[in-house]
């Protein structure tokens, strides 16, 4: 394993043995696999999730680990191709990122979409442009339409707790004050379609996802002998839902203007999951979300505090299967 960009580079088998790996680290811990070892770590956005994992997930298994966050304590790294450096940045990715590969083994990158240009986001182009710059072993930690470490930990979580190859997924838009990335919908529907799921889409008009995110997720559900619906219809794609996962991201129609995205988000503040949203839905539905949630903005106390909730076990199933990427990448 050389590069851990995106789920859609593995077969369903090499999924299936990453995820074993990862419960065979857990069942026997492996302290020192990768003693002398280091990852770096580059956030150019914030975490809390995938920075702690990530460094908790090389330290136990004997590694180190160095996290670079530009700006808070290092220089700000400029990634606009051909810039006149005359701002803030005192320091080009062109230069800070070969830096930074040349001091570990496996490097990380964060990088969010810059929000304003839909084709350049989809087509993944500020990370394409930064990864060809690394001569190492990759880990995409979150890039502006993929987040494969969180899709990692969905399909196991949804193995975890039982759910059947051909279940009823249902990815649902909910509230969020501002517009999100598409990451985490994206790498979400696709890893269900791949594992084989129903999936169906569900977001208000506006909000579809994307055709080359749809035609990706399209792909994975005709390998696997899954489906794809999408539809802003909220109770006929909850009927018999096996799993909703709830997630924020902006609207598509307006990609890019905030007082369009803003005008238009403000007709759905109801689009917040509470009780009454599994009231047709499989007697076991479990509510998903890959967290920062914001409580009774997207999702109700009642359904976050109650027994529906796989939240925290999706966080923890961050830490699990990380692991098993990092060994897979150290080891060769
Ligand atoms: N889900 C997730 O990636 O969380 P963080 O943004 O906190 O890392």
Redesign the pocket.
Known sequence: LKRFIDLADFSRDEIVSLLQLSTRLQAQPEPQALAGKVLGLLFM???????A?MQSGIARLGGASFVITPGQGTWQLETRPNAVMDGTAAEHIREGLQVLASYCDVLGI?SFADGRNLANDVAETKFTEMAALVDKPLIN??SAAN?P??ALADWKTLDDLGVPQRAKFVLSWVYHPRALPLA?PAAAAHMAAMRGMDVVVLRPEGFALPPAIMERVRRAAAASGGSVTETAERADALSGANIIYAKEWGCTTHYGDETADATLRRRYTDWCVRDDWFSSAAADCRLMH???VRRNVAVADAVLDGPRSAVLRQ?HN?LTVQMAVLHRLFIQ
């Open positions: 956005n914030p975490s809390l999730r995938t920075l994992s964060r930690l979150e987040h470490c969180q985490v890959c967290l920062p966080a961050r």
